[in-house]
């Protein structure tokens, strides 16, 4: 009798057991769910400013780009917002309203790393993307007095468009604002058929990285005028005309690749400017708006639509991931739980996790809140320190 009393009390204890467990699940489930609604709205992106973002070859004349825009800007009483992303820039023509080099200091950063001058940028780029957040809201305060925000790059161009903090920043832009890119060109150094060729290579592959609309601008027309670029790029049989007297290698591909490239150049928007003269600024900033509308049509409903997949899979990972779970604790009876750390010295582990949870039922799980607690102050005092040094 003792027997039947027993083990009824305790089937009852495990029946409520599993309704408590299927309850807190489907919370979980729910709570999931309604988090990552609120992630998908894109309420927050805004039509106003532009993002421009300068790219382009070492020397090809962003910086001095950059400020002969600055200049228009100001003269046609247009509201731009400028940001200087190279850390390793000695003096800039124009003063940035936000500055990399307030934020990280890039020969500290060399010496504390222990690196060569790119190791040097590139770690100061990575360190000042953790920070692009409150970036991204200094410039959302702003956005209804602001036209346009104009960014520009670290001189070597690999350094922002093909590493990861180059991709968060101008994924952090592009998911807020407009953003679009002008890729500069130096025209007098182009003027050779393999060059021309590898630019407009370069030029494509950031279209493809970044998939965001791109504006060539042809620098430096003072020097050289960019016509017979575009002749190149009309017209490829004028281009072959042109490598035909180069029998090299990198000649005959150039040909077949022109061919490949003619579809690029169709969607591609180019503009002669001189940083030095001013020639070609109103042209830019058509091309500009064009572009930006451009965004608003194909780039943001592509972005959203990425998004939106990709939050998919995410609800789907998390539904699968939260099945398991629930087989996983009812297998288990809410007797034991295994913790799968996949760590080597999992035994070990799991004994330091069983010593913390006894430490926890000893009632000291107070003691080691207060810790955590502290140590977040700690966190947020630091970052409030750097989120000061920014000079907006
Ligand atoms: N003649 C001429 N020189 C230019 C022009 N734009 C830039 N430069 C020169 O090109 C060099 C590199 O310019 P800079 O802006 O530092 O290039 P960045 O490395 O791309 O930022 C400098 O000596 C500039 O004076 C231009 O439109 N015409
Ligand atoms: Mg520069």
Redesign the pocket.
Same mark, same amino acid.
């Given at each position: 009798m003792q027997m039947d009393s027993k083990d009824s009390s305790n089937i009852q204890a495990k029946d409520k057991e599993k309704k408590d467990l299927n309850e807190s699940m489907n919370k979980l489930h729910i709570e999931g769910a309604s988090s990552e609604q609120a992630g998908t709205s894109t309420t927050n992106f805004k039509r106003k400013p532009v993002i421009i973002i300068v790219v %382009?070859m +070492?020397? !090809? %004349? *962003? =910086? =001095?780009?950059l400020h002969r825009l600055v200049c228009h800007t100001q003269a046609s009483n247009i509201r731009g917002y400028v940001m200087n992303l190279d850390p390793a820039v000695m003096t800039l023509p124009f003063s940035a309203n936000i500055d990399i080099r307030d934020t990280v200091k890039y020969k500290e950063v060399m010496k504390q790393f222990n690196l060569g001058p790119n190791g040097g940028i590139l770690t100061s780029l990575n360190l000042f993307a953790t920070k692009f957040d409150e970036v991204i809201s200094v410039i959302e305060r702003r956005a209804d007095q602001l036209d346009y925000v104009l960014v520009d790059t670290p %001189?070597q161009i690999e350094i922002f468009t093909w590493s990861a903090s180059g991709a968060i920043i101008t994924e952090a832009f592009a998911s807020t604002f407009p953003t679009v890119i002008a890729y &500069?060109v130096d025209t007098p150094r182009s003027s050779s058929p393999v060059t021309f060729m590898s630019n407009m290579l370069y030029a494509c592959s950031i279209l493809y990285k970044t998939r965001l609309p791109v504006v060539l601008a042809f620098? *430096?027309t003072? &020097?050289a005028k960019h016509q017979f670029a575009l002749e190149w790029m009309e017209d490829f049989e004028a281009f072959q005309a042109a490598v035909s007297s180069d029998e090299s290698y990198t000649s005959t591909l150039s040909q077949s690749l022109c061919l490949v490239l003619d579809e690029f150049y169709k969607n591609l928007r180019t503009v002669g400017v !001189? +940083?030095?003269t001013g020639a070609g600024m109103e042209e830019f900033f058509k091309a500009i708006d064009a572009i930006a509308e451009e965004y608003m049509e194909n780039y943001k409903a592509d972005l959203d639509k990425r998004r939106a997949e990709k939050q998919c899979l995410e609800e789907e990972r998390r539904k699968e991931n939260m099945d398991k779970l629930r087989k996983d604790m009812e297998k288990s009876r809410g007797e034991t739980v295994v913790l799968n750390t996949g760590l080597k010295d999992k035994k070990d582990h799991n004994k330091t996790v069983m010593d913390e949870e006894d430490k926890e039922i000893e009632g000291e799980d107070d003691d080691d809140y207060e810790e955590f607690t502290e140590e977040e102050d700690v966190i947020d005092e630091d970052e409030d320190e750097e989120v000061a040094r920014f000079s907006f």
């Open positions: %382009g +070492a020397g !090809s %004349g *962003k =910086t =001095t780009f %001189g &500069v620098n *430096k003072d &020097v !001189s +940083a030095v």
